[in-house]
């Protein structure tokens, strides 16, 4: 058995042109990729686009594990949700996008409500890790703000 390996976060600088950032809020999902295998085969494309953006159907599509880029979507909404601190309660699942780039580097788009909470709790940027082990999948969301700084 191997250990599970950390996929690094997105790297962004938290201090940048004068700018400290600091982190805002912190989520993480764990999810099953088995669920997400069972979505696939019940469901149809219309029915999963109530939690899936498209761009994410399509870009599962052309992954060699399609159930597992799904599953990194999914845990990535949770992760995010529970860092907004509302869940996903009046956000809808497909306003919130994930897409995982050749490296392995996760991120996030936002979308209409989703977008507007998280400009209402001033986050300007946010990192997402990810790990994988067996049947399982772990997303972890850390949002940050801007902080001023009094170098004086």
């Known amino acids: 058995m191997h250990a599970p390996v950390w996929h690094n976060p997105s790297g962004a600088n938290r201090q940048s042109n004068g700018q400290h950032w600091s982190i805002a809020a912190i989520g993480i999902d764990l999810v099953e ?37 799904l599953a990194l979507c999914f845990a990535s909404k949770e992760a995010l949700g529970k860092a907004l601190g509302t869940g996903l309660a009046g956000i809808h699942w497909f306003e919130i996008a994930a897409k995982l780039d050749p490296s392995g580097r996760l991120s996030v788009d936002l979308a209409g409500s989703a977008r507007q909470k998280a400009d209402e709790l001033g986050w300007q940027h946010w990192e997402m890790s990810w790990l994988s082990w067996q049947n399982h999948l772990l997303v972890c969301a850390i949002a940050y703000q801007s902080t001023t700084r009094n170098d004086s």
């Open 33 to 69: 990729i088995s669920r997400i295998e069972s979505f696939l085969r019940r469901y149809d494309r219309d029915a999963l686009t109530l939690i899936f953006a498209p761009k994410e159907l399509n870009a599962s599509q052309l992954d060699p594990a399609p159930a597992k880029y």
